[in-house]
């Protein structure tokens, strides 16, 4: 097999992965703040991750994959300001904050099935470990943290090159994070953030805990030092999350990381980000009612796992741009993988060692060059559309190669690809009846019956597909 590189934003280049522990490859992903739905641009981050653990079984390590939920500290600005985000809903919505907490974890896992996202190892839920986090801010607190009426603050000048994975060092050695950065009085430094916040005097969270610096709640960026510790000890192998962390959360846990255990240790060998996705109607905010989650994708007719495709079509470093288009797009090219894998009725040759041999090779090459899934999925096309491979050959090197891309075509129907949006009057029965009438009809040279059908069809919105290539009958206009 090629020997895998992955891009490590920490030294921003490509280097061999060679694991902390033999055989194994542990990895932490930084997961959602469980305090409204997740919108596509966050479930990029989880495609990412999962495309990543899937690679690393693909090469044969013992995966161990964790993912947290945020459900207590994450403040309503990323840069350590603001209201606690779970605090807030909780109060705009007038309901327990463990229920709010409940309903939109079970969400995010919903629609982590949707896409087809392997479940990790561990769901790590942030107020599980509030006990060790006191314990973790109590073993750094007398050489790197200082205390302020408003919590414990922990001291960036005690570590280390600060900020280095972010690049924010300015010429003069000055850190340049402290432009985006909650200014509080008595902070020693700008770039200086909470490890546990206080609650103010005269108010009652409805998540608090005691500890040695009073009733309060533990800062956001603790939480994943702590639990990535707790479950894959330290150092482990690789670190993800979004490219918004490598700015200011995730330097934020590296310090802490360095103060638990040593300057010459950043927590992860390998801190990997995926790039954002570009929405250009503004709809990606939560702010804007309808924002795009992938329920949205859904009650519009897609099926989901098109949009894991489109991710796939981009480069995790890259830009991704969503529109509608796109998404149609990589809908048709889903729907032409499973019609490849579904109609091939070709006999098979004696001997294709050499060419299932040829067809590894590049997808591994590809998919070991920092996940470069396009060049994959090209290599995965050519194999489905194949001269000279059965069904049986086929599908066993498809079979291999999808269980990386995880789009589930082994599975997945031509039915279950058709689009019907969730306002469609019609049911498929009545289509299916309708349709086999019109069937009827044309070869009866019934013409006229039959365009009456189509038209009755049309007006429920249905679009007929008369010689649609992909044969695809069907389809409700979205």
């Known amino acids: 097999m090629t020997?895998?590189?992955?891009?490590?934003?920490?030294?921003?280049?490509?280097?061999?992965?060679?694991?902390?522990?033999?055989?194994?490859?542990?990895?932490?992903?930084?997961?959602?703040t469980v305090y409204n739905y997740p919108h596509i641009g966050n479930m990029r981050a989880y495609v990412f991750a999962d495309t990543l653990g899937r690679v690393l079984s693909y090469e044969g390590y013992k995966l161990t994959h964790v993912i947290n939920i945020t459900d207590v500290g994450h403040l309503t600005d990323d840069a350590d300001a603001?209201?606690?985000?779970?605090?807030?809903?909780?109060?705009?919505?007038?309901?327990?904050?463990?229920?709010?907490?409940?309903?939109?974890?079970?969400?995010?896992?919903?629609?982590?099935?949707?896409?087809?996202?392997?479940?990790?190892?561990?769901?790590?839920?942030?107020?599980?470990?509030?006990?060790?986090?006191?314990?973790?801010?109590?073993?750094?607190?007398?050489?790197?943290?200082?205390?302020?009426?408003?919590?414990?603050?922990?001291?960036?000048?005690?570590?280390?090159?600060?900020?280095?994975?972010?690049?924010?060092?300015?010429?003069?050695?000055?850190?340049?994070?402290?432009?985006?950065?909650?200014?509080?009085?008595?902070?020693?430094?700008?770039?200086?953030?909470?490890i546990w916040r206080k609650t103010p005097v005269g108010e009652t969270r409805q998540m608090e805990w005691d500890s040695p610096w009073g009733k309060g709640a533990p800062g956001w960026h603790l939480e994943c030092s702590v639990m990535s510790e707790a479950l894959l000890g330290l150092p482990f192998d690789i670190h993800t999350g979004g490219i918004d962390h490598r700015e200011i959360h995730h330097p934020n846990e590296i310090a802490q990381n360095q103060a638990r255990c040593g300057s010459d240790h950043s927590g992860a060998r390998f801190w990997m980000h995926n790039n954002f996705l570009i929405e250009r109607s503004g709809k990606m905010s939560k702010s804007s009612g309808e924002f795009l989650r992938v329920q949205l994708l859904i009650d519009k007719g897609f099926h989901p796992l098109a949009y894991r495709l489109m991710c796939l079509q981009a480069h995790y470093r890259s830009e991704l741009e969503f529109s509608w288009e796109g998404l149609q797009a990589a809908f048709v090219r889903l729907k032409r993988m499973v019609m490849a894998l579904t109609s091939d009725t070709a006999p098979g040759e004696g001997d294709i060692t050499e060419r299932e041999?040829?067809?590894?090779?590049?997808?591994?090459?590809?998919?070991?060059?920092?996940?470069?899934?396009?060049?994959?999925?090209?290599?995965?096309?050519?194999?489905?559309?194949?001269?000279?491979?059965?069904?049986?050959?086929?599908?066993?090197?498809?079979?291999?190669?999808?269980?990386?891309?995880?789009?589930?075509?082994?599975?997945?129907?031509?039915?279950?690809?058709?689009?019907?949006?969730?306002?469609?009057?019609?049911?498929?029965?009545?289509?299916?009846t309708a349709l086999a009438a019109r069937k009827e009809a044309?070869?009866?040279?019934?013409?006229?019956?039959?365009?009456?059908?189509?038209?009755?069809?049309?007006?429920?919105?249905?679009?007929?597909?008369?010689?649609?290539?992909?044969?695809?009958?069907?389809?409700?206009?979205?």
């Not at 249905?462 to 992909?470: A, S, T």
Request: include cysteine.
């Open 3 to 32: 020997e895998l590189r992955l891009f490590n934003s920490l030294t921003r280049q490509l280097e061999t992965f060679t694991p902390v522990h033999a055989g194994e490859a542990r990895v932490y992903t930084c997961g959602p």
């Open 82 to 194: 603001g209201e606690d985000k779970m605090e807030k809903m909780a109060a705009e919505k007038a309901q327990s904050i463990w229920d709010i907490a409940r309903h939109y974890t079970e969400a995010y896992w919903e629609d982590i099935k949707a896409l087809n996202i392997r479940q990790p190892a561990h769901w790590s839920i942030a107020t599980d470990y509030v006990p060790a986090m006191i314990d973790y801010a109590k073993s750094i607190a007398d050489k790197h943290c200082y205390e302020l009426d408003s919590g414990l603050y922990f001291d960036t000048s005690t570590v280390a090159n600060y900020g280095a994975l972010a690049r924010a060092k300015t010429e003069d050695g000055a850190n340049a994070l402290g432009a985006r950065i909650e200014e509080v009085e008595g902070k020693r430094h700008a770039a200086d953030f909470a």
């Open 357 to 432: 041999v040829a067809y590894r090779n590049r997808f591994d090459d590809a998919i070991s060059d920092d996940l470069n899934t396009p060049k994959a999925i090209a290599v995965f096309e050519e194999v489905l559309s194949a001269a000279g491979l059965g069904p049986n050959y086929r599908r066993s090197i498809a079979a291999q190669m999808e269980a990386v891309l995880g789009l589930n075509l082994m599975a997945v129907t031509r039915q279950d690809l058709r689009i019907r949006p969730k306002a469609a009057i019609i049911t498929e029965e009545e289509i299916e």
């Open 442 to 478: 044309r070869a009866a040279k019934d013409f006229a019956k039959s365009d009456a059908i189509r038209d009755d069809l049309i007006a429920k919105g249905v679009e007929v597909m008369d010689g649609d290539p992909l044969g695809w009958d069907w389809r409700l206009d979205i």
